[in-house]
């Protein structure tokens, strides 16, 4: 009967060590991310936060406005958004151009905060150069994933979110887009 008993416990042991390391590791990886990016020499790559981890942080992103921080993460997979956001890695157009830098985050966690942001406001963003450029939103949209369009310019901040932001679960096929430009750019040049 003892046996019986411990095989019990034994069983029920393994079945809550699978949640019990989900818990550890979204509470945890918040404070590692933040202390890889923080051992990085400016302009070279920031360490893995985690031996597993499947992404490093590459950047910081953060709304001066509302008091936040966010340590973005690269290569935009489901896996990496559960951490942070992430940024997708820039992609010519073909032209020879870069696209902006887009960001990319959950609508009920880590980017639920850009349902706050409105034009005029400020973004800082650092990247792996350690330079903290400071860029003024521009505009606040609402757009089908599909055919989604970001501005053809390399200045262009993108943040990108699920819609809409008070759905529960997965979302639809609606986005919530916000296009930031450098602060020190002409109005006339923001386009």
Not at 22 to 45: F, H, N, Q, Y
Not at 99 to 108: E, I, R, S, V
Not at 166 to 174: R, S, T
């Amino acid at each position: 009967m003892s046996a019986l008993a411990i095989l019990l416990v034994l069983a029920g042991a393994l079945t809550l060590w699978r949640p019990a390391m989900v818990w550890t590791k979204a509470w945890a990886a918040p404070s590692l991310i933040e202390r890889a990016w923080d051992s990085a020499a400016p302009g070279k790559p920031a360490p893995q936060p985690w031996p597993w981890a499947d992404g490093r942080p590459v950047a910081v992103l953060s709304a001066p406005d509302l008091g936040l921080v966010r340590y973005v993460l690269d290569g935009a997979s489901a896996r990496l958004l559960a951490f942070g956001p992430a940024r997708l890695s820039r992609a010519g157009n073909g032209s020879g151009t870069a696209k902006a830098t887009m960001l990319f985050g959950q609508h009920d966690t880590h980017f639920k905060f850009l349902r706050k942001l409105t034009p005029g406001m400020t973004l800082h963003y650092t990247g792996p150069d350690r330079l903290r450029r400071r860029f003024t939103i521009a505009t606040t949209r609402i757009a089908e994933a599909r055919t989604l369009s970001v501005p053809d310019d390399r200045d262009a901040l993108v943040l990108i979110t699920g819609w809409p932001f008070d759905a529960n679960g997965l979302v639809g096929p609606k986005r919530f887009v916000v296009t930031a430009w450098p602060a020190n750019r002409p109005v006339a040049q923001r386009k």
